[in-house]
């Protein structure tokens, strides 16, 4: 780090003191990390942003500062003046920078006090999460939290660094906005110029992005706050950080060629070893097929593969009943693994969850024949014909689903990651990085109506007569089996985007109400554009090796959506609300006031 | 700019396009700026955001496209293939980079029409401006506009990379949090987590930065987007963005001179040509008696001289009364002008809607005495030593108020701004910067309650017994007579912290529901911190020689809060509002119900 501007606090960083400024008189600040009494001296790991390193407080070199050192606890703020000394060789602490020396201290100034902590800070183990929000100042004291952050400042500077030397600007969209169409539900915010109405917050800045290419900018990015109130699952926050971009007179190579030199950069900062761009294109379809999701983790294999024609004419009826109704048969060899029956019901359980009506188990034995319920059921030229198509050797352990496409994709995507991580078969520091493209523009849902499985701003290749042909100029990036990004060059003029809202059963009216103002810009001479938006949450948690997004921000919301630190959401006063035209619902209030009251009644336990 | 990816749309930015490339054959892209035929040709000023560059259509080079060409109208969407060729040297425009070629097209390709805009695209004259924020994307492509959004995308990775460069870490801090302490309204945002809770948009991101301190980050910066629900007036908006930042383990200097680093760098980037750091630094006292503000405008005379000594024991009533009452008696000398008793009418109006009870004027005669209402009523003593304080020259007109310190400061500072404008004293090209230091730290109501002049979380010098001597340790940035940013250092002990907020009458009760996780952050051992905060829109406006802070940025809102482009507020459906456990007030209903009505009923015109 920069040597700090020398002050009466401090002239240089903890971190940065070595052997090569031994004898040199510093003055540091900081936290005590630690401290341990020996053989009547005090020693102090200090603690700053830059590292740790020891204080050692002598009684006769110094008398007032030792004896001010035995008040020091953890988490102490304190400046010390003292000597960088080298340490004894056998005293020399070869896992940290500085452990060569020590500083021995002649002056002591203690800021502030510190109560004890709720949980260590000193180590980086686990702690209750509730407890770590609620202290959330402390908790990103520790190391891995004070590691993430730091990524994620070097992760943005990143992609800002790249995307300004290709002559994008960063340009900010309102957050105060009209609703706009992801598909989640707006955060609302009521509005005192106008009672009864509402601003909405932005699911994404994706209509700003579109006006600001017809308003002639060519080349925009932002890292770009976003709200969804959806129903807590996953690992979704109701704010969550983008990086969004867009470009005008660009085809889908131009975006993916952007975004691959952005994220080549971004892992080379974060020490993520991807291989090096271009990445892989798999097809939606292909993706589905061989790995059962649009999200394809290829770190390890466990690939699915087609058993329907090895079915035909089958006299298995629950495998003959799905081909006859339109369905698939699919299998993925899971290889020589010994399960007991009940971890075999609980395969057949996460099948279940994923919509599957079934799944087939079936062991291959030394002779080729199969211990399987379903052994009796089928001819041993179906038994040797998949254990051929699916490779399996004695041992192996092989697992079928017969059902709708879709179905069968889903169960058998979700067996191929359950059994990956029980059995670990990620190698260790593998990274797969791929572009998924060639996306059906819409999928049908059960009541016939169509959905757009990007968003409606698409552009769609094939025949607009024929919903369910057409394929999107979409593409997604999968890092680990993680969607990371998504975007797609768009519409661009006003008729395409019209016939494609009606297909989505939007009409005219309802078309000019929700996104009026961008039909009414495409108008005016839209050049064609696209662009991409990047989970910068999700990207930050996975160069940290963290398991959740809250590990990669600041000051996360709970799973719950609720903040533990602040106590947010919270009521407000009944005038607040009667400046915005609004009343909480009578059957709210009553139900706040009896919680209020159970509060306040005295405990009967 | 850097060369484009070649693809089918162009290989080359139109303003990029100079003599040197003559000969070349070029894939250009963009907008019709304008069309001119002349002698069987057409001629189309191409407009991309690199530039401009002019297409020149032959008959019989490219009848095709020339045939095509006929139908391009203002702001079609065009590529066009051709050859860089040398204008003859009585066509050269020396005033556009591009204006000693053409390119001669051989191939045109139109990718979109438009319709006719609604106001001219290529002319940056006034325009109205609800009718500029409805059709935004037509307005963002006037050069004016253009410039400025670039401008402010320059601006904001400057601050980054001079922060980045001194070890500072952009850390995001939430949106949806708890309501914050500025003192204006929240936005609410109701919860549907929690039905009748809310979340509230955070006035500035002021106490996640202290806990960003206390949790051991050190430099912290961010571009934070803030939200104030404040009465329109002056040039405000709904959302504002910030530079935000906070240090720990120093003093004002060390605040002062990051900023004073990042301003440089700013201004140099922004071709503002300010003194060389370090700034000036005046006291609050200085700033409110000589300029008559707390944002002086230093780049003119006319200062404000305090006037009382000279009338001690005068005969005239008015000023002894004021003397008398503890206020003071402060004066300017206008200079030599000529006004009509219509425009000194006008002044004194202006002094009264500033609080003054009166205002006196005075011009000086060849003989010395004056020309004043009060001529009569003063001693020739009184008037020569007035004359005399004020420099009065023959001509002079002398302006003199007599009230509370307060209100005779802001009227005579309100004048002071008044004269300057109405007579261009400000010297073209002038920008003066400077300091603001030593604000009170208090300010007392006409209630007798104690205000904080900057936020309760300010340090104060003094007698914490004293709230009215008390001095905060904050500073203002003024430019030019405008407050760009202002800061301060922070309290850092829970026992400080807790007797500010007493003397502003917040209980312990109070302040635990409102701040206590800042309180119970400042437990653990907080650092010495202080920062500041950078108005970037006020900022942009000033280097970008814009009158509103809407002119440097995308899509603001209009002045009254209403967003034109969006039909931001709107109502929502009731179902919504269930969600969130509101309803809208009856009242507010019949109203909204009745415009509905309104709006749907026949016209009777």
């Known amino acids: ?150 990524l994620r400042h070097v992760v943005t500077q990143t992609m800002r660094a790249v995307l300004t030397e290709r002559d994008f600007l960063e340009i900010e969209t309102p957050s105060l906005t009209r609703s706009t169409p992801e598909g989640a539900r707006d955060y609302l915010v009521p509005a005192r110029i106008e009672p009864g109405s509402f601003y909405a917050l932005p699911q994404s800045p994706q209509l700003f992005k579109q006006l600001l290419m017809i308003g002639g900018f060519e080349r925009y990015f932002q890292i770009a706050r976003c709200f969804r109130d959806e129903d807590s699952r996953a690992d979704r926050q109701p704010e969550f950080t983008q990086l969004d971009l867009e470009m005008s007179f660009v085809d889908e190579d131009d975006v993916i060629e952007t975004m691959e030199a952005v994220m080549s950069a971004v892992f080379a900062a974060g020490g993520l070893e991807a291989a090096p761009a271009p990445w892989p294109r798999m097809s939606y379809d292909e993706a589905m097929l061989r790995f059962g999701s649009d999200r394809p983790d290829t770190r390890f294999g466990l690939e699915i593969s087609e058993l329907g024609p090895l079915f035909e004419g089958t006299a298995f009826k629950v495998f003959a009943g799905a081909l006859a109704s339109g369905g698939v048969i699919r299998g993925l060899n899971a290889g020589a693994r010994e399960l007991p029956r ?113 968003h409606p701003f698409t552009a769609p290749t094939g025949d607009l007569s024929d919903p369910g042909s057409l394929r999107s100029r979409a593409y997604d990036l999968v890092l680990d089996g993680s969607e990371i990004g998504g975007g797609s060059i768009r519409i661009s003029t006003p008729e395409v985007q019209q016939q494609v809202l009606a297909i989505l059963g939007i009409d005219a009216d309802e078309a000019q109400a929700r996104f009026g103002f961008l039909l009414d810009a495409l108008k005016y001479g839209a050049p064609p554009h696209g662009g991409i938006a990047m989970g910068i949450d999700r990207i930050v948690a996975l160069l940290a090796g963290r398991e959740t997004i809250r590990d990669a921000m600041a000051f996360p919301k709970a799973a719950s959506g609720t903040d533990p630190l602040t106590g947010a959401p919270a009521p407000v006063d009944e005038a607040q609300l009667r400046d915005v035209g609004l009343g909480v619902a009578p059957e709210v209030k009553a139900q706040q006031a009896a919680r209020a009251a159970g509060a306040a009644a005295p405990s009967t336990s």
Chains 1, 2 share one sequence.
Do not use: C
Not at 51 to 58: D, N, R
Not at 369 to 392: C, D, Y
């Open 342 to 454: 009940r971890e075999l019901d609980a395969l057949t359980e996460l099948a279940r969850q994923h919509g599957a009506k079934g799944l087939v188990w079936a062991f291959v034995q030394e002779d080729g024949t199969w211990r399987s319920p379903v052994a009796k059921a089928l001819s041993a030229e179906e038994i040797a014909a998949v254990t051929g198509a699916l490779e399996g050797k004695p041992g192996d352990l092989l697992l079928i689903v017969a059902d709708r496409a879709a179905i069968a994709a889903q169960a058998l995507g979700a067996l191929r990651l359950e059994l990956a991580d029980r059995f670990g078969l990620v190698p260790e520091g593998r990274h797969d990085i791929l572009w998924v493209v060639d996306f059906p523009m819409f999928e049908q849902g059960d009541d016939g109506a169509w959905n757009a499985l990007h």
């Open 1 to 150: 780090m920069r040597t700090p501007r020398p002050n009466r606090y401090r002239d240089a960083w903890s971190g940065d003191l070595t052997a090569a400024r031994a004898d040199e008189q510093v003055r540091v600040a900081g936290w005590v990390h630690r401290r341990r009494d020996h053989g009547g001296l005090i020693f102090i790991d200090l603690r700053d942003r830059s590292g740790i390193v020891q204080l050692t407080f002598h009684p006769d070199r110094a008398p007032e500062a030792h004896r001010l050192a035995h008040s020091l606890r953890s988490e102490h703020v304190l400046t010390a003046v003292g000597t960088v000394t080298r340490r004894d060789a056998e005293n020399v602490n070869p896992n940290i920078p500085t452990g060569e020396i020590e500083v021995t201290v002649d002056e002591l100034i203690v800021h502030a006090s510190a109560e004890t902590p709720p949980f260590p800070i000193d180590e980086d183990g686990p702690v209750n999460e509730e407890l770590r929000l609620r202290h959330r100042a402390l908790d990103l004291r520790r190391a891995g939290m004070q590691e993430a952050i730091k």
